[in-house]
């Protein structure tokens, strides 16, 4: 059983519409990730909260946009997007060392996904 | 930057044939490895780590050894099953917050 649960699992939506992908983890983790997987691409890094900061990968178009409440939810909320779009998002956590220790990030836990379709 | 780059498949084999999986990588400093397996419509499970040098991962028959002078962590199994039938993904994790993702090695196992 997983620490980290995404929902919804499936989502068909409109490239009109606005829809948002929740994540949370139950693992205490200080670090939060989104994750983009297409067929026959590498897995893409989206975003990462860690420690309240917010790191994004600049490639990112702006009709995804990430919120992270608290340390144990993550968001991605979605607005008109393109057929491009449809893929598998997962969302992932892990520990990360604060800064000034040993610098240590554990293996990252996954969620099972969220499979996005945009018609 | 940091990088990891692992064998292309997909790969296909017989029940119980050995298996091989490349994964070499660059990094600065001393990065934990990763290996990480996808099943169908699932997202990426922790396969095995190790997290300095000469260290051993194994889990479920599987195993990789952590190889500094070669930069490489290699995956086998020495008797695969149909079960087994996933995408492998090598990573590491160095300095900073982010996980560095191979692009995945496809395994097909046939009966």
């Known amino acids: 059983e997983t620490g980290v649960t995404q929902t919804p699992r499936h989502l068909v939506m409109g490239m009109t519409n606005k829809k948002s992908l929740k994540c949370e983890q139950h693992l205490g983790h200080n670090a939060m990730y989104w994750y983009k997987q297409s067929a026959k691409k590498p897995l893409e890094l989206m975003f990462v909260?860690?420690?309240?900061?917010?790191?994004e990968n600049n490639s990112v178009p702006s009709r995804f946009s990430p919120e992270c409440p608290n340390s144990s939810h993550l968001f991605l909320h979605l607005h008109t997007l393109q057929p491009e779009d449809s893929a598998l998002y997962l969302c992932?956590?892990?520990?990360?060392?604060?800064?000034?220790?040993?610098?240590?990030?554990?293996?990252?836990?996954f969620g099972q996904g969220t499979r996005l379709t945009v018609v | 930057g940091d990088s990891v780059t692992q064998m292309e498949g997909p790969v296909t084999l017989s029940e119980e044939a050995f298996l091989t999986i490349n994964c070499t990588y660059t990094?600065?400093?001393?990065?934990?490895l990763f290996w990480y397996v996808q099943y169908p419509g699932e997202g990426l499970q922790l396969l095995l780590k190790a997290t300095k040098a000469d260290d051993k991962g194994s889990n479920k028959g599987f195993e990789a050894t952590y190889r500094k002078e070669t930069t490489s962590f290699h995956l086998e199994k020495g008797s695969v099953q149909v079960s087994d039938s996933a995408v492998y993904f090598c990573a590491l994790s160095g300095e900073g917050f982010k996980t560095i993702f191979g692009a995945g090695t496809r395994l097909f196992v046939k009966a």
């Open positions: 909260y860690s420690l309240e900061e917010r790191v």
């Open positions: 992932a956590s892990s520990q990360y060392s604060l800064p000034g220790t040993y610098r240590m990030n554990t293996e990252a836990f």
């Open positions: 990094a600065t400093g001393y990065p934990s």
